[in-house]
């Protein structure tokens, strides 16, 4: 065959599908998201006394998920709490004494300064007693647990990763020339693989800007129903009608 002919039939070949995709459905690509996902971390050091939570585990929100080794933090918030109580007995004899002209100004302001540090110091504590349990944020289930129970871990370090209950959310780029007739509550379709069902969707958000690179406009979607078996990571194929 001669480079010609090879032209030729290269060119009919483009010409052939351009004209198919015209006449089909723009399907793309999607992907399932929860509407909330999180990691939880760990904002103290220490160690994990017990941990509530398995993989798949469905939780409440404000469900008490790890709880750490809490004795030093609970001591320190006892010395504070016992430091602010002397600083205020303190700032009580000597206001009953400034009464009597038996302390100056500046002697009960150096008191007084000192029961606010001591009160600051109590504050500081008991923010730190409140760092050894670990809340579920939302209502939602487990979907990774990166620690374990009698581990000692630093701050920072990652504990368990949760995706929210509710409606889900879907994710796909579509090509930015669909802005012509693209508009919030535009209604498509999607195939997930992993059921190989279709489903009905619209439209819930429109990027404001556009991918000048690869021409593309991220949207969201939301499904008219909330199916119980779809999951967020599952993949498909989202159809818009052509117009």
């Known amino acids: 065959m001669s480079k010609l002919q090879r032209f030729n039939l290269g060119w009919l070949l483009l010409v052939a599908s351009t004209v198919c995709l015209a006449e089909e459905p723009l399907a793309i690509r999607v992907l399932l998201a929860a509407d909330q996902e999180t990691t939880l971390v760990s904002q ?25 080794n809490c004795d030093e933090a609970r001591a320190r918030q006892n010395m504070a709490a ?31 300064s000192a029961t606010e540090r001591a009160a600051a110091g ?53 090509p930015s020339s669909m802005l012509r007739t693209l508009q919030i509550g535009s209604e498509f379709s999607i195939e997930v693989m992993e059921t190989g069902q279709r489903y009905t969707a619209k439209v819930s958000a429109i990027n404001a800007r ?34």
């Open 122 to 174: 109590l504050a500081l504590t008991q923010a730190q007693v409140r760092y050894c349990t670990v809340q579920a944020p939302f209502s939602g289930r487990i979907a990774k647990v990166h620690a374990r129970q009698y581990q000692s871990i630093s701050a920072g370090t990652a504990l368990l990763e949760m995706v929210s209950d509710g409606p889900i959310r879907l994710r796909l780029n579509v």
């Open 44 to 68: 103290m050091a220490g160690t994990i006394d017990t941990l509530d939570a398995s993989l798949g585990q469905r939780v409440k929100k404000g469900s008490k998920l790890v709880l750490m």
């Open 210 to 243: 556009v991918d000048a690179v690869a021409q593309t406009l991220e949207i969201e979607g939301r499904l008219q129903d909330n199916p119980p078996e779809l999951l967020p990571g599952m993949t498909g194929t989202a159809t818009f009608s052509a117009n």
């Open 82 to 112: 016992a430091e602010l109580a002397g600083a205020k007995e303190t700032l009580r004899t000597k206001s009953e004494l400034r009464k009597l002209n038996a302390v100056g100004d500046s002697e009960l302001s150096m008191v007084r």
